[in-house]
């Protein structure tokens, strides 16, 4: 708690501000940091699910997400929160945030929250032991660890003042603008800054100096103290009384700005919405003098300040306070980067072994390695690695829907594609091309529904009613041939494996209701091999932990119908090999089973 951030801090960042982001990630690839200090971001409005920055001369995909929560959810270990938003909603971020939990520091970067606002969003901060930056901030830095946003800019600059690695200077300002020249003027007199807080020129400020201060004096990196403070406000007594109190003990340099007011006739706003005098004790000659008094080193103006700091500095250095710092090695952010085209984050053919997410195939393929095709699927489909109770499953299902003899549309196109002469791969494309809404679409349909009408709490008579309404034959429901007298073994079959092997099975459970109510009016209307497949399905990644909207997702991206193309594309691919094992000729549909029905062209 006496370090603001480390190395391993990481940030969940509000709108995305491609600019100050990729600043950040440069920061983090020339100091050598193991992961990079944006976690996430919170993008409202973006109806994307990553942004690509780079990371050196490397892309790297940093997730968007539409809420703090799922942010935060997604990336518990992010404590700080960069708050990019414009002054009409910045409140509202913070306010939100902090009612989550789970952040230690809060940055408000806008400008002119309504002061009422500002006030309450501070003492709620406050009081839930957060700390505020701003609001009107350019952030904070613990060189060689952490930096927000845009502080310091560019990388030259932040070499240049030496905010790549961890000096000897505690620094606290309000102005940004200031602390970059400050960072700039401690790196030529001195050795560089172990931490630095611009808190923000908005007149009510979530931490102020006092906190910042207090902070420093427990950090065992900070030697001494810098302190820009300007007209306006009484924040400096604080110091002055902490120092008196004997809370803070290491050296202080200090200098508030805005000294020319005295030669104005009436009162004057100095830039911030902060400075401005509204008696004699915030005038910035007042806190001067008294902060001189306390023993704090004031220069006698603001030019002199570094002569200040190189003198304190030297005395520190001659009595072994400060050591010397040795340069650490940096990472060259390159001039010149190209973006790539393409994404992959299932496989990797790099290397001595390609991978499927991130495992040697070899650990996977041979029979040895006592991994199925179930669990290839759950890792380049799903990049998880599932149970064997849910790779067998998949297996299970993909047996199941192999095949389902030579009258199917999809077969009769490979098949007959196949007796043109066509290849294998011409032959199999025409038969998945016959795949879709009403063959094997009936697997998406079940999931979508069944899952629709369990999560609204429709009950069956609901169900049933519901989908008259929306004028769709219930998908899943119904067979041509079999019934409650003529069961389906490959439905018997797939409900036993649930029954044994899943942890639960609410959705199917649900759908047998549904299916009680079908067959009371017609024996066949039975919940067939479809439709248990993609109920099942739902209820397997229920169990799998899966959020509701990551199935929902799922099923509108044509993922359960992917099971029914793969396994049925093994047994299209036997009736193509069986026309080529048989060498039948071209196919040509009999003229008896045709309807002719061609009357004379009406001429126009």
Not at 247 to 275: L, M, N, Y
Request: charged content about 20%; proline content about 5%.
């Amino acid at each position: 708690m006496n370090k603001l951030y480390t190395k391993d801090t990481q940030a969940i960042f509000w709108n995305n501000n491609k600019t100050a982001i990729q600043r950040m990630l440069d920061y983090d690839y020339t100091i050598k940091r193991e992961t990079p200090s944006v976690a996430a971001i919170v993008a409202p409005t973006s109806g994307n699910k990553f942004e690509k920055f780079f990371y050196g001369p490397d892309e790297i995909m940093v997730p968007l997400f539409k809420t703090t929560a799922a942010a935060k959810k997604a990336y518990p270990n992010a404590d700080v929160l960069l708050n990019f938003a414009s002054f009409r909603t910045a409140y509202d971020v913070t306010m939100e945030a902090v009612a989550l939990g789970g952040f230690k520091s809060i940055m408000v970067t806008a400008e002119g929250i309504p002061e009422r606002l500002a006030r309450k969003m501070n003492n709620t901060a406050r009081n839930a032991g957060v700390t505020v930056i701003g609001p009107a901030t350019v952030g904070a830095i613990a060189p060689g660890a952490f930096k927000i946003a845009n502080i310091g800019g560019t990388i030259e600059n932040i070499v240049q003042s030496k905010l790549h690695r961890s000096g000897s200077c505690g620094l606290v300002t309000r102005s940004g603008g200031l602390f970059n020249e400050l960072s700039n003027i401690i790196a030529i007199n001195a050795d560089g800054i172990a931490e630095g807080v611009a808190i923000g020129g908005d007149r009510f400020v979530g931490s102020v100096f006092i906190d910042n201060m207090l902070r420093m004096e427990k950090n065992p990196d900070v030697k001494y103290m810098v302190l820009l403070g300007e007209v306006g406000g009484t924040e400096e007594y604080k110091i002055i009384d902490a120092i008196k109190a004997g809370q803070i003990t290491k050296p202080v340099i200090a200098w508030c700005i805005g000294t020319i007011a005295k030669h104005f006739s009436s009162g004057v706003q100095f830039g911030h919405a902060g400075a401005s005098a509204n008696a004699d004790a915030e005038t910035a000659a007042s806190k001067n003098k008294a902060m001189a008094e306390a023993g704090i080193y004031v220069p006698s103006s603001f030019n002199d300040l570094p002569a200040t700091i190189n003198k304190l500095y030297a005395e520190l250095r001659a009595n072994e306070t400060i050591s010397e710092i040795p340069e650490p090695d940096m990472s060259l952010v390159p001039k010149v980067r190209r973006s790539k085209e393409f994404i992959c984050t299932i496989s990797d053919d790099r290397g001595d072994e390609a991978t499927y997410a991130g495992f040697p195939i070899s650990s996977v393929a041979t029979p040895d390695t006592g991994k199925g095709i179930g669990d290839v699927v759950s890792l380049l489909w799903f990049k998880k690695q599932y149970p064997k109770w849910a790779t067998d499953f998949i297996e299970t299902v993909m047996k199941t829907v192999a095949d389902h003899g030579p009258a199917v549309s999809g077969a009769h196109n490979a098949k007959v594609t196949a007796r043109a002469g066509k290849s294998v791969v011409e032959a199999l494309v025409t038969g998945l091309l016959t795949i879709g809404p009403r063959f094997g679409g009936a697997i998406d349909g079940a999931a979508k529904y069944f899952k629709h009408a369990d999560d609204n709490g429709m009950d069956p008579k609901a169900f049933l009613k519901y989908m008259k309404g929306e004028g769709v034959p219930i998908p899943g429901i119904g067979h041509r041939i079999k019934s409650l007298k003529n069961p389906d073994l490959r439905v018997t079959g797939l409900m036993k494996y649930a029954s044994e092997n899943f942890p639960a099975t609410p959705l199917l459970d649900y759908a047998r209701t549904v299916e009680a109510l079908t067959t009371s009016k017609k024996e066949n209307l039975i919940l067939n091999v479809d439709g248990t497949i993609g109920i099942l399905m739902v209820d397997m990644w229920r169990a799998l932990g899966y959020e509701e909207s990551e199935i929902d997702e799922f099923i509108e991206s044509g993922t359960l119908n992917a099971f029914f193309i793969v396994g049925r594309s093994i047994g299209f691919i036997g009736h193509i090999l069986d026309e080529k094992r048989l060498a039948m000729p071209m196919y040509r549909h009999p003229m008896d089973d045709i309807l002719y029905d061609v009357p004379v062209a009406e001429k126009i």
